[in-house]
């Protein structure tokens, strides 16, 4: 049987608009200290928010380690994510995006939360 470790690493920054339904997705830099929901796919993240912050408000995000996360789609255990549009972790699959982190577990369908190895300082760009 397997556990949710969520050790890792986290930082807090503050939310740019109303972040409370962006919770296990990745979110992005938007200013100095600032996140924001994704607005588009092939945006580099940050990290995965681990809260539910308005705007304003401190926005916890885990930047490395094991966490849960949002998926978009049913995804394997063992597949590289990406962030899509909407901050949900997705497969990697296209050139130019960036890979985020490693799944652990599997998911059936949208919308449903997969446990993944994110690296969020050091992603790397697919070719």
Same mark, same amino acid.
């Given at each position: *049987?397997?556990? &949710?470790?969520?050790? =890792? &690493?986290?930082?807090?920054?503050?939310?740019?608009?109303?972040?409370? =339904?962006?919770?296990?997705?990745?979110?992005?830099?938007?200013?100095?200290?600032?996140?924001?929901?994704?607005s588009?796919?092939?945006?580099r993240?940050?990290?995965?928010? &681990?809260?539910?912050?308005?705007?304003?408000?401190?926005?916890?995000?885990?930047? *490395?380690?094991?966490?849960?996360?949002?998926?978009?789609?049913a995804?394997?255990?063992?597949?590289?994510?990406?962030?899509?549009?909407?901050?949900?972790?997705? &497969?990697?699959?296209?050139? =130019?995006?960036?890979?985020?982190?490693?799944?652990?577990?599997?998911?059936?369908?949208?919308?449903?939360?997969?446990?993944?190895?994110?690296?969020?300082?050091?992603?790397?760009?697919?070719?």
């Amino acid at each position: *049987m397997s556990t &949710l470790d969520v050790g =890792g &690493l986290t930082r807090t920054f503050t939310a740019s608009g109303d972040l409370s =339904g962006q919770q296990y997705r990745f979110v992005r830099l938007s200013a100095s200290d600032t996140v924001a929901a994704f607005s588009s796919r092939g945006q580099r993240p940050a990290g995965v928010l &681990l809260n539910d912050p308005t705007d304003g408000q401190a926005a916890l995000v885990q930047i *490395m380690g094991v966490c849960e996360i949002e998926s978009d789609e049913a995804l394997a255990a063992g597949v590289t994510i990406t962030p899509s549009a909407d901050g949900q972790a997705t &497969l990697l699959d296209t050139t =130019g995006d960036y890979a985020a982190g490693l799944t652990y577990t599997s998911s059936s369908a949208s919308p449903s939360r997969v446990v993944a190895a994110i690296d969020c300082v050091t992603p790397w760009i697919s070719a």
